[in-house]
């Protein structure tokens, strides 16, 4: 049994969790109630210095002040789970999922449903905890924003934009990825990710939140790569405001030394937010003609916004196939220079629906490499782990 502290609690319902966790390790403390009553803030203070890995507040005491309790957790300690002990009515629900409840367990529940709630808590707890304790960037991250942009569906954007936060992640820097699709984002697909929090549960949260804050919605995908997934219903998605998503980008940039943003097709008001704060614009686009006309469109838009502070990178998706385009056609309409080649490959739509990337299911393949080297774009340390992948040192 973990750190487990019970305020606003009885003898009662503690004697049930003691048996409910009966022949485990670890530590079970009821709180006394005056003190929680008194100072939410010191309370939540205290119960964090007292070593709660998770906290159940209930079944005795206010309701209101139960909510208050929830959300100072969720303000200066997030990563400890909070356990509402109530009778869950869908009113109650609601009102507990806008305080960020972990879960609402009913005080009727069995020793197996107890045991069961409090163990998915203190599962939330740890991950919310290793994301605040990793060291995330270093000392001095250099912060690069690289923001992928397609005027049109079906660029294959989502891709090269997981397997480039991947790559760079193989190198020595730390790497976050942000799904900016807010709608149909599917880079956790991509990356077979089941997170616990999305960039929704931005839309809770005043403008101004922390760090701390922001690292509990990451879902890890490795010790140096880190995802801000989409909602899960574009409904989610029009809750985030594009305050909450520049608050997000600059914290991020702040903290990695790269943040790979992933957008939706045009230019939508929060992928205008992204590019202003980006070191980095990736232009992605396929051979058609159709695809090459709308980059050079987004282009010229950007241009009479006046946002031309940015790095410009033309990246060419499937640009081996035979279409009538070649890539200096290509390069002529857009006003860029090809800086990376993607070809074809029956691998990518296969990695996307496995939820593998390329580059780390088929790292050696014509594609892979490809992939790998435009990370080199950026950086010039992205190598495979096994080192069969020659890197030149940093100048």
Known sequence: MTSIILANSNVAFEQRVRRAFANSNGQLTRWPDEIVSSDTTLAVRELADAGAEIVGIGP??????????????????????????????????EE??????HDVLNPDADDV?????????????????????????GAAPSGRVITLIAPKGGSGKTALATNLALALSYGDENVAL??????????????????????????????????????????????SLFVLCAPESPAEGEEVSERSIERAVRLLADEFEFVVIDTSAGLHESTLTSIEL???????????????????????????????????????NRADSK?????????AVVGLPVAAMIPSARAVPLSMNHG????????????????????????????????????????
């Open 60 to 93: 005795n005491g206010d309701v209101a002040l139960a909510l208050d309790l929830a959300r100072a957790f969720d303000a200066d300690h997030p990563e400890i789970a909070v356990i509402l002990v109530a009778t869950p009515t869908k009113d109650f629900w």
């Open 323 to 331: 279409v009538g385009i070649d890539v200096a056609d290509a390069a």
């Open 356 to 395: 593998v990337p390329v580059v780390e299911s088929s790292p050696r393949s014509p594609v892979g490499k490809s992939f790998l080297a435009t990370a080199r774009l950026f950086s010039e340390t992205p190598a495979k782990r096994s080192g069969w992948l020659p890197v030149r040192s940093r100048s």
């Open 96 to 101: 507990a999922l806008r305080a960020r409840v």
């Open 278 to 316: 980006s070191t980095d614009l990736v232009f992605v686009c396929d051979l058609s003609a159709a695809a090459v006309r709308a980059t050079r469109k987004v282009i010229d838009a950007l241009d009479r916004l006046g946002i031309d502070q940015q790095r410009r990178h033309f990246i060419l």
């Open 178 to 223: 942000v799904d900016l699709d807010l709608q149909f984002g599917d880079v956790a697909g991509a990356m077979n990710l089941h997170p616990e929090n999305t960039i929704a549960d931005l839309a809770g949260l005043s403008d101004n939140f922390a760090t701390a804050t922001l690292k509990v919605f990451l879902t890890a995908k490795s010790n």
């Open 113 to 137: 449903e107890i045991r069961t709630v409090f163990q998915t808590a203190l599962e939330t707890s740890k991950r919310r905890r290793s994301n605040l304790l990793h060291e995330i960037g």
